[in-house]
């Protein structure tokens, strides 16, 4: 059956931004969702105050990403932080920004924003059709879909996918549309962890007294980049924002090297020569602990990373303690596994898409959202990414449709 309908696949940030774009241009989006219910990764992502987006100037936004060439930029360019801002008032949900720059909704959740956002869509006239997984192309190219009825096979105007990366896939987001896409000869590239965890072969010391407590008031770097967030001791290694922020250099360093040096700055606000002259100043009959904790109240988790990760040796003079102190390697092993992972590299690479999110190869078809490969850190850069894109193959279906009719009529 082919429909004047457009169907959008997936119901997160990026399909919902697709069909917002569709539905106000007049046209009918029949919206199709695996899952028994909508948005479950951004309701997830809300759990704990859904950072939306993040101030900064379209440079300092833009270099937060790692993409193939300059569309996302584009894209970001189109519909940046105050976009998104503007967009969360027109829903009635007005927007908060945190100290550090992030945006959050006022009311903190993803579920209001959500509920407010499908209510705008069906008001629109988009369908929203839960438990239909869309699974193949038919020979004839129409799409083919698991629904609670059996096998449904719909011929839309135009489809726009958004299926999400590779992780958390009790969430929905399981890659299993990359099978298909691979078989109709559609270039993907693997998926890999980002914002993730670690994993460290701590001592059994280290693991059974430290895991699960916050080390704060560090400076965390590698390959260059550094950050003032905190990190998470786990049994098997390190989580949390900070190490979020560090995760793609990191991965990429383990990938290549098998594994990746973690430089920890256990006391930022001192400088080395501070630290030299307040350890030389200690009784020198004081025990390493008790220096440590009496000159520079370097206590607890703070401590046991320092001598867990530094030659003992060379701590017992106040110059090789103090560089120790401000550039302690902690030795990654591995990356945490895919599916633990915020969000994952890798998905649709960029060379298939055209410069409005079509599929080169497949015509009529879009791509939006975390499934095309570009990375990014947490901090509101993801869904912000999400439904920059989500609004560009929304515009691309229509300009695509307009060309097309066009065409038609001159035909007629
Ligand atoms: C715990 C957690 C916290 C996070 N916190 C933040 C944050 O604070 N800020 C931030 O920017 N990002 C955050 N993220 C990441 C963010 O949620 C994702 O990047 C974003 O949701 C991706 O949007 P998307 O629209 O591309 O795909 P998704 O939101 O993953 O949606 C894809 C949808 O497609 C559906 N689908 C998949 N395959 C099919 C199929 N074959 N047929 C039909 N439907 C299908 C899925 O069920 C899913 O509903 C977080 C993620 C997690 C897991």
């Given at each position: 059956?082919?429909?004047?309908?457009v169907?959008v696949i997936?119901?997160?940030?990026?399909?919902?931004?697709a069909a917002?774009?569709?539905t106000?241009?007049?046209?009918g989006?029949?919206?199709?969702?695996?899952m028994?219910?909508?948005?479950?990764?951004f309701?997830m992502?809300g759990?704990?105050?859904l950072?939306?987006?993040h101030?900064?100037?379209h440079e300092d936004?833009?270099?937060?990403?790692?993409?193939?060439?300059g569309?996302?930029?584009d894209?970001?360019r189109?519909f940046?932080?105050?976009?998104?801002?503007?967009?969360?008032?027109?829903l009635?949900?007005?927007?908060?920004?945190g100290p550090?720059?992030?945006?959050?909704?006022?009311?903190?959740?993803?579920?209001?924003?959500?509920r407010?956002?499908l209510?705008?869509?069906?008001?629109?006239?988009?369908?929203?059709?839960?438990?239909?997984?869309?699974?193949?192309?038919d020979?004839?190219g129409?799409l083919v879909l698991?629904?609670p009825?059996g096998?449904?096979v719909?011929?839309?105007?135009?489809t726009?996918?958004a299926?999400?990366?590779?992780?958390?896939?009790?969430?929905?987001?399981?890659?299993?549309?990359t099978?298909?896409?691979?078989?109709?000869?559609?270039p993907?590239t693997?998926?890999?962890?980002s914002?993730?965890g670690?994993l460290?072969?701590w001592?059994d010391?280290m693991?059974?007294?430290f895991?699960?407590?916050?080390v704060k008031?560090v400076?965390?770097?590698a390959?260059?980049?550094?950050?003032?967030e905190?990190?998470?001791?786990t049994?098997?290694g390190?989580?949390?924002g900070g190490?979020?922020?560090l995760?793609?250099?990191?991965?990429d360093?383990?990938e290549t090297?098998g594994s990746?040096t973690?430089?920890?700055?256990?006391?930022?606000d001192l400088e080395a020569?501070g630290?030299v002259?307040?350890?030389a100043?200690a009784?020198?009959k004081q025990?390493l602990?008790?220096?440590l904790?009496?000159?520079?109240?370097?206590?607890?988790?703070k401590?046991?990373?320092l001598?867990?990760?530094a030659d003992r040796g060379?701590?017992?003079h106040?110059?090789?303690?103090?560089?120790a102190?401000?550039?302690?390697?902690?030795?990654l092993?591995?990356?945490?596994?895919?599916?633990?992972?915020?969000?994952?590299?890798?998905?649709?690479a960029w060379d298939?898409?055209?410069a409005?999110?079509?599929?080169t190869?497949?015509?009529?078809?879009?791509?939006a959202?975390?499934?095309?490969?570009?990375d990014?850190?947490?901090?509101?850069?993801?869904?912000?990414a999400?439904?920059?894109?989500?609004?560009a193959?929304?515009?691309?279906v229509?300009?695509?449709?307009?060309?097309e009719?066009?065409?038609?009529?001159r035909?007629?």
């Amino acid at each position: 059956m082919t429909t004047e309908r457009v169907a959008v696949i997936g119901t997160g940030p990026a399909a919902l931004m697709a069909a917002e774009v569709i539905t106000g241009a007049g046209l009918g989006v029949d919206i199709y969702e695996a899952m028994p219910s909508a948005g479950r990764k951004f309701l997830m992502a809300g759990k704990s105050g859904l950072n939306i987006s993040h101030i900064g100037s379209h440079e300092d936004f833009a270099a937060q990403y790692q993409d193939h060439d300059g569309r996302l930029r584009d894209c970001l360019r189109a519909f940046g932080p105050e976009d998104v801002v503007q967009w969360m008032d027109g829903l009635g949900m007005p927007a908060h920004t945190g100290p550090t720059g992030r945006i959050f909704p006022q009311s903190m959740k993803a579920s209001p924003l959500l509920r407010a956002w499908l209510r705008r869509l069906e008001g629109r006239g988009a369908r929203l059709h839960l438990k239909h997984r869309w699974t193949s192309w038919d020979d004839e190219g129409a799409l083919v879909l698991n629904a609670p009825e059996g096998r449904v096979v719909v011929r839309p105007a135009a489809t726009v996918f958004a299926l999400g990366g590779g992780s958390w896939r009790r969430l929905g987001s399981d890659g299993e549309w990359t099978a298909p896409f691979a078989e109709a000869g559609i270039p993907v590239t693997r998926f890999r962890p980002s914002n993730c965890g670690f994993l460290v072969d701590w001592s059994d010391r280290m693991r059974d007294a430290f895991a699960g407590a916050p080390v704060k008031g560090v400076r965390l770097s590698a390959a260059g980049r550094e950050t003032r967030e905190e990190l998470t001791i786990t049994a098997r290694g390190v989580e949390s924002g900070g190490i979020y922020t560090l995760s793609a250099p990191l991965r990429d360093a383990i990938e290549t090297d098998g594994s990746a040096t973690l430089w920890l700055d256990l006391l930022p606000d001192l400088e080395a020569s501070g630290i030299v002259r307040r350890l030389a100043a200690a009784p020198a009959k004081q025990s390493l602990s008790n220096r440590l904790r009496k000159a520079l109240k370097l206590t607890g988790v703070k401590a046991a990373l320092l001598f867990e990760c530094a030659d003992r040796g060379a701590l017992k003079h106040s110059e090789d303690a103090a560089k120790a102190i401000k550039a302690l390697p902690l030795r990654l092993t591995g990356a945490a596994p895919l599916d633990e992972a915020i969000s994952t590299a890798g998905g649709v690479a960029w060379d298939a898409l055209d410069a409005n999110f079509m599929l080169t190869g497949k015509p009529g078809h879009f791509c939006a959202g975390e499934m095309i490969a570009w990375d990014a850190p947490t901090g509101g850069y993801l869904i912000t990414a999400c439904m920059a894109t989500g609004r560009a193959a929304g515009a691309g279906v229509l300009a695509w449709l307009a060309r097309e009719r066009s065409g038609v009529s001159r035909q007629l």
